[in-house]
């Protein structure tokens, strides 16, 4: 019973902080800050040492990736990966990947500038408009972080509500190029 309480209780403590992350969603003004501030609070809030994104480049959201470049805080924490590859890599799930054996394969997603010392990885795909067009991804130095089997939920709300803020972006990105 004691584990039982220990698992609500934690998953309790995980949502008080999503629901912290989440209440800024409104207040940022485009994709790049978005990002400049999403990744910096994920990272802040649940102590995770390695924080990034990757982003498929055959997408139809080439826009984004020249954003994101453009910032000096992302590009630290930006991969730029081809779709085929990223999707052999996390398949077509739409929900969080964990992982915790056998990382060579994931080692992909890294930002090309960093190595990450990593033995765990969590990657939760960004979805827009139905379209995977890549992940934010979280890495620890303890093997015990994500593991497969974990519940994902908390995180695949999260990533949800960042996707559907960056469609929100992206629509009035396309509206505004028509004008």
């Known amino acids: 019973m004691d584990e039982h309480a220990d698992i609500l209780k934690t998953n309790e403590e995980i949502a008080k902080k999503i629901n912290k992350i989440e209440k800024h969603l409104p ?3 485009n994709a790049k800050d978005l990002f400049e501030k999403i990744l910096l609070q994920i990272q802040e809030e649940f102590s995770i040492p390695f924080v990034w994104i990757s982003v498929a480049a055959e997408t139809s959201f080439a826009s984004l990736i020249q954003q994101l470049r453009s910032s000096h805080i992302i590009k630290e924490r930006l991969n730029i990966i081809d779709r085929a590859t990223f ?3 996390i398949g077509e799930s739409t929900t969080p990947v964990l992982v915790n054996n056998d990382l060579r394969p994931f080692y992909k997603l890294l930002p090309r500038k960093k190595k990450f010392f990593i033995k ?3 990657i939760a795909p960004i979805i827009v408009n139905g379209e995977i067009i890549g ?3 979280l890495g620890d130095f303890s093997n015990l972080r994500y593991q497969p089997g974990m519940d994902t939920g908390l ?3 999260l990533v ?3 996707s559907s803020c960056l469609s929100n972006f992206m629509t009035c990105e396309k509206e505004a ?3």
């Open 27 to 29: 207040s940022f003004l």
């Open 87 to 89: 999707l052999n890599i």
């Open 120 to 122: 765990s990885i969590a």
């Open 135 to 137: 992940s934010i991804n």
């Open 155 to 157: 995180l695949e709300k």
């Open 160 to 162: 949800g509500n960042v």
């Open 177 to 179: 190029s028509k004008q």
